[in-house]
């Protein structure tokens, strides 16, 4: 039986690839939900990683960590539906509409669709396989 988590070669970590994403990725919000994200290239054979980063304008830990549970939730649902080798960071702003899975599904796949990071299946066989 195969672990349902997010594996770790799926999550940013290194500073320097925060700051990277941070400073040279896209950047766009929806509701309540900002993405920084530098597209993949065909050429790195490697997965999407993703990252939440979150203030503590959002609330108290409770509220934070379920915002932060049911990005990397919706991010683990949507994964192989992004180009392989794109870099994703995520921050819910107060007021936003991260109220279930479904929502942020919705803004993520938004978000990637907005920039133009959604793809295929057949093209993101790489990403199956992780």
């Known amino acids: 039986m ?4 997010l594996p770790h070669q799926c999550r940013l970590h290194l500073k320097q690839d925060f700051k990277r994403v941070f400073q040279g990725g896209i950047k766009l919000q929806y ?4 993405m920084w994200a530098v597209p ?8 999407v990683r993703f990252a939440v980063v979150v203030s503590k304008k959002l609330g108290p830990a409770v509220q934070r960590n379920r915002a932060k549970r049911l990005l990397r939730e919706a991010f683990r649902l949507s994964r192989t539906q992004i180009i392989v080798g794109t870099d994703i960071i995520v921050s819910p702003r ?3 509409q991260v109220s279930s899975v479904h929502a942020a599904q919705e803004a993520l796949k938004t978000l990637c669709g907005q920039a133009a990071l959604l793809t295929t299946s057949s093209e ?3 990403q199956k396989n992780h």
């Open 2 to 5: 195969q672990p349902n988590g």
């Open 40 to 47: 993949g290239d065909k050429k790195i054979n490697r997965p």
């Open 94 to 96: 107060e007021g936003g």
């Open 124 to 126: 993101n066989t790489v």
């Open 31 to 34: 509701k309540g939900v900002v």
